[in-house]
């Protein structure tokens, strides 16, 4: 009797005993860098094994390779299998933020990888297929340190505001220092997207100037665009037109026939073009006869964040604004030479002929417009001529309306390309 009650006794500790084999049996296997090694095949490959074993590390099953900082924290974390990397993978700083994650199949990348800034912000995502670039790749901005000092900043007054008491902010307390990637949201600013298939670059592809403090659409962004060849014999060569962009128009300055630039930089708004125009207008005038003996004029420029100037949208020239008809005639009234005139008086009285011209029921309107005839706003010089044309009924890609020509989009540089020459 007490022969089988021990029996039995046994049989049930194995029983329980059974699931902590299995657990145990069943755990992944982790090693730390200096317990292992790279070995070369016969192909001169290089194989991970443990030191002082013969098989490769992870023979059949997948183990695990992971390092941590002094503070606790994992630095990264690689799976293998038969001595390649194989499955997801992840790196990680110092403070908890991530650095790079992917995937490798039997040594080869695949997927989509990704690496991350100070801040968590994304720096690139690539897209693998058998070890080689295949499908999107794109790059953003990295932060700079004063991006980092604001974020750091902002997590410190997320953490404060929370309740003294609260688990989060008692579990950050002893954290050593590290950040959740989800306690702030990082904007990622976009700087480049491309395709590439089997390692070359192929399609269109933009790229991208970097907002700064701006809230702006990626039209408004653009930096550059082009073409990379999609036929296998010419693959990884730009082909047909290449545009680079001026960046986008942070100020407005007047420069006089001499070259020389005015010290008064204008914002980049109606009122400050306004203001530059009238600042045109009175400089031009109180040049003396013999410092301009040709009688050039002022000029309105746009410039960059850095002060370079970009295109002068207005002269000191244009003495009146004038209306030309679909004739080709100028109509008798004129407006004064000011941006308000312009947008007040001159582009409204222009938009009502062509309201009357539309209602008119004149045969000749259609015959004029079949032409390529428009109603326009003109710029007229001290000799009635017209010099400019600031608006017209006819819409067109070559000509940007005044008010639109301080954010409009201009071309720098403009190459076509052929199998990668230019």
């Known amino acids: 009797m007490r022969k089988n009650l021990n029996q ?36 001169g490959s290089e194989i991970l094994f443990e030191l002082g074993e013969d ?58 990888f990704t690496a991350y800034g100070k801040i968590g912000e994304i720096i690139y995502q690539k897209n693998f297929r058998e070890d080689k670039l295949d499908g999107n790749f794109t790059l953003y901005y990295p932060a700079s340190n004063s991006d980092a000092l604001r974020f750091f900043d902002k997590l410190y007054e997320v953490r404060s505001s929370k309740s003294l008491l609260s688990w989060k902010r008692i ?55 082009g073409e990379f060849s999609k036929n296998e014999e010419s693959k990884g060569f730009l082909v047909a037109e290449q545009r680079t962009y001026f960046p986008r128009t942070s100020a407005l300055v007047v420069v006089l026939p001499d070259g020389v630039r005015l010290e008064t930089l204008h914002p980049a708004t109606t009122d400050g073009f306004s203001r530059a125009i009238d600042e045109a207008t009175k400089v031009i005038l109180e040049i003396p006869a013999y410092r301009n003996p040709d009688k050039n004029p002022a000029l309105v420029y746009t410039i960059d964040d850095r002060g370079n100037e970009i295109v002068p949208i207005w002269s000191s020239d244009i003495k009146r604004f004038a209306i030309r008809n679909l004739d080709g005639y100028l109509l008798e009234k004129v407006f004064q030479p000011t941006y308000e005139a312009y947008l007040n008086e001159a582009l409204v009285y222009a938009q009502s002929v062509v309201k009357q011209l539309d ?9 004029y417009e079949k032409n390529g005839a428009s109603v326009d706003v003109v710029g007229l010089d001290e000799s009635g001529s017209i010099i400019d044309v600031f608006w017209s009924s006819r819409k067109s890609k070559n000509k940007k309306p005044l008010e639109k020509r301080i954010f409009a989009k201009r071309v720098k540089i403009l190459r076509g390309w052929e199998n990668g020459i230019s």
């Not at 145990?24 to 317990?35: H, Q, V, W």
């Not at 994992?74 to 992917?102: A, C, H, Y």
């Not at 590439?196 to 907002?211: I, L, M, V």
């Open 55 to 112: 098989e490769p590390y992870g023979k059949n099953k997948r183990s695990y390779v992971t390092e941590k900082y002094s503070n606790g924290g994992i630095r990264f974390t690689m799976g293998f299998v038969n001595g390649l990397k194989d499955g997801n993978f992840s790196f990680w700083q110092n403070n908890g933020l991530p650095e790079l994650n992917g995937f490798y199949s039997s040594g080869k990348r695949n997927g989509t």
């Open 171 to 225: 579990k950050k307390m002893f954290s050593s220092g590290s950040v959740d990637p989800l306690e702030i949201k990082v904007k990622n600013h976009l700087r480049l997207q491309a395709q590439f298939k089997d390692d070359f670059p192929t399609g269109p592809y933009k790229a991208y100037f970097h907002p700064g403090t701006l809230n702006l659409t990626l039209d408004e962004l653009l930096r550059e665009e």
């Open 8 to 43: 039995l006794y046994t049989r049930q500790c194995l029983f329980l005993l059974c699931p902590l084999f299995v657990v145990f049996s069943c755990s992944e296997k982790k090693l730390n860098p200096e317990d292992v090694e790279y070995r070369k095949d016969e192909n």
């Open 359 to 367: 209602t008119s029921n004149d045969p000749k309107v259609s015959i």
